[in-house]
Each structure stands twice: as C-alpha cells, then as structure tokens.
C-alpha cells in the first residue's frame, strides 16, 4: 500500500463529500486507502457517506475524540508507505497526491511535506508555509511585524512569506489540513500528540519531525481550502481551544528555558485571548442593538459555467434561492480562461462556480491563478451530487 489518507469530519458532510469525489480522481492509478473518522456528527453524515463511497473506511465514534485522537485511530489501522492528514473541507488537483509521492520517494531526508492551500478566491494561504513559533518568532506575529514587514527574514519567519510559491522550499511547520507523513517517521517519533483536542497538533507534529533529524518540506502543488468550515472561530470555545494549544505548545517545548524567556509569550497569549474575547462579545452586544454592519452592498452575485445540462439545474437552484446570477455554456475547450474572458462585477462579492465535470479541478485553479481579487470566489457544481458549493453555502 502506498498512501493511506486520514480525514476526521465533524459536521460538514457536504463539504466531505466534494473532498472525497476530488479524491477518487486524485487516486487513480495510486495503491491507497482512505479513512473517515467521523467525531460523532449530529447531521447524519455516516449514512451519507457509506451509502456514497463504498470504498472508504468509516469510522463512527460515538463521542467527539478532537482532532488528534481521531486522526491516530485510523493511522494505527491503515498500511500505507505514506499517510495523508486531510481535512474534509478541502479539494485536491488531479496530479497532487502523484507530485506528493514522487517528492517524497525522491527525497530521502524528507519526513513531511505540505502543499500550496488556496484561498477560495485563488490566492495562496499563508497558512501553507511557517517557521516555527518560538517565543520571539510568536511574539513578532502576534504585535503585527510580521504582517508589516513580509520579506523580513527576522519578522516575517512565522509565515515564511518571503519565499517564493511556486519553488519548493523546505519549512519547518506544515499545516494539519494537508499534511503528508512518511509512516517511518511515526514509527519513530509516535503518532499526533493527543494533549491537543484541536489546533496546534500539526506544529508539534512538525517540530518533532524536525528534532528527530528529517526535513519538512512545501511544494508548489494545489488543493483548495475552505478554511475552517468546521468551525466556528467566532465563538468563545475556538478562542479556548486555539490559545489553549499554543500554551502547551510553548511548555512542552520551551518549558526549560528560564522565566524571563518563557513569561513574556505567555503573557502576549493571555493577552491576544483577552482582546479577541472582547472583540467577539463586542460584536454580538452590536448585533442586539442592531448596529450590525450593512450588507446589503455585498449581496453576492453568481456566475455560472458549465455544460448545457449542469447550467439547466443550476437555474433551478438560483431561481429557488433568488439569487441574482448569470449562466454561461462553456468548458476546459470552448472557454479554456473560464471567468477570465467575461465582465465580472467589481463592485460587489461574485461567486464564480464551475461545473466540475466541464473543468478539471487543476483547469479551475489555473483560471483563478491568472488574476485573482478579493471580491471574486470560486465555487464548484457537479452534477452528481446537484450542490453548489462556496466557502459560505451548500445551495441544493
């Protein structure tokens, strides 16, 4: 067996779904398995699932185990040279997982690699490439230098955002939503420490990987992160969680070095929790008086591509919902630049969905890849599931 793939669901079945259809074609020709730990979803996911893809291990915990937990559960059964940490609400190129795997047979130093995470409007996440958070290197993120000072080797380490995306670089921190491992590595370093319920696991991970003597490593490669649709990081219990994570990460870590040295980032953590609170009570007080920012100006506009008969359904589904949308008969030949060829909206939020079985998943992050804008988003449309789905709704 050469890749076993890991993902843990929680509630994002629809999401899933699209990640798993991405992956039957991303496996073609590869000897792989895929596991889906479910962390006891209340949205009848496992009938989804089973019923859908017959060929995916299944998991069903009857309570929430948290993200590492989870994740060791199916490592521990699976047999694959390479294991593949993914989360459900991500889509995967065609000739990802290929490009993973040569890297990783080529390189022998290698322990782990991460991928280059798209941002729905196709840009990359800087969440795809991090150094790891040291106190200082922490401390410089948290009063904003990092963001101000991007190509700063010194104050721009934590994302790393002065090397070039298109080139392979080796990292230090890969990100948990697309996180390939070679198994000899677990076999030596242990499994995704379960101190931590959810965030952080994947920069432990990461910095053992790197004490054990092997190198992390990104490339330029794609998928498409939705970032967090299982998650709801406007509420008390993620600012809990995360904050929480980076605390045990700062002991179990930087816990010998003396209190002059460890006081000060755990103080900024506190800090950073304190004011984020503060934010998110702030806006829901707002909400109550009705002070609530308008919208109306960002009502979303969509635009439709596909074939003939996926841009049929897809007018079923606008006129259900109301939604002010245009439609466009086209495919990877007739319109090979997609969007990029047509008049889109500048003053307001435009979805671009395409209809995946006219482009490949590879064509629609190429399209987006031309030109990218911070009002202008992709979604997807396939006909054999008969959703669209954006990085904010699932439309049926």
């Known amino acids: 067996m050469k890749l076993s793939v890991v993902i843990v669901n929680y509630n994002v079945k629809y999401y899933l779904e699209q990640c798993l259809l ?23 996911s496992e009938n ?17 185990l948290g993200f590492a937990r989870a994740n060791n559960l199916a490592i521990r059964q699976s047999k694959g040279e390479y294991v ?3 989360n459900p609400d991500t889509i995967l190129a065609e000739q990802t997982l290929r490009q993973a795997i040569s890297f990783l047979d080529e390189h022998e130093k290698a322990g782990a690699l991460g991928v280059c995470q798209l941002k729905t409007d196709g840009s990359p996440a800087n969440e795809s490439r991090r150094g790891l958070p040291t106190p200082m290197t922490a401390f410089y993120k948290m ?31 890969i990100s948990g939503a697309c996180f390939f491992v070679k198994r000899r590595v677990f076999e030596q370093i242990g499994l995704v420490d379960e101190d931590f319920f959810m965030y952080g ?8 990987i790197l004490k054990a003597g092997y190198q992390n490593w990104y490339i330029p490669s794609r998928i498409l992160h939705y970032k967090g649709e299982s998650t709801q990081k406007s509420s008390f219990r993620y600012v809990h969680v995360f904050y929480q994570a980076m605390l045990i990460f700062i002991r179990k870590h930087y816990g010998h070095k003396s209190l002059l040295f460890s006081i000060p980032i755990k103080l900024a953590i506190y800090f950073k929790a304190s004011v984020t609170l503060v934010k998110i009570q702030l ?11 308008r919208k109306a100006s960002f009502t979303p506009y969509y635009i439709f591509i596909g074939s003939n008969e996926s841009i049929m359904t897809c007018k079923e589904i606008a006129t259900k919902h109301a939604l002010g949308a245009e439609f ?10 997609g969007h990029q060829s047509l008049v889109v909206p500048t003053d307001r939020l435009v979805y671009i969905v395409y209809d995946v079985g006219a482009y490949s998943y590879e064509n629609i992050f190429d399209i987006f ?10 979604g997807t449309f396939d006909a054999r599931t008969r959703l669209v789905i954006t990085g904010e709704e699932v439309l049926k």
């Open 283 to 293: 806006e829901r007080i707002r909400k109550m008086l009705g002070f609530s920012p």
């Open 328 to 337: 466009h008969v086209g495919d990877a030949e007739s319109l090979p630049r």
């Open 22 to 44: 991405s992956l039957r074609k991303a496996t073609i020709g590869i000897d792989a398995e895929v596991y889906v730990v479910d962390n006891h979803s209340s949205d009848e």
């Open 143 to 173: 009063v904003g230098l990092c963001e101000r000072y991007p190509q700063s080797h010194r104050f721009a380490h934590y994302y790393l955002s002065y090397l070039p995306w298109n080139v392979s670089s080796q990292i230090e921190v």
């Open 48 to 64: 989804y699932i089973r019923d859908k893809f017959p060929e995916v291990r299944f998991i069903a915990s009857d309570h929430n």
């Open 201 to 208: 696991e994947d920069i432990d991970l990461s910095y053992r």
């Open 369 to 378: 890849g031309e030109k990218t804008s911070p009002l202008v988003h992709m």
């Open 84 to 86: 593949l940490l993914l």
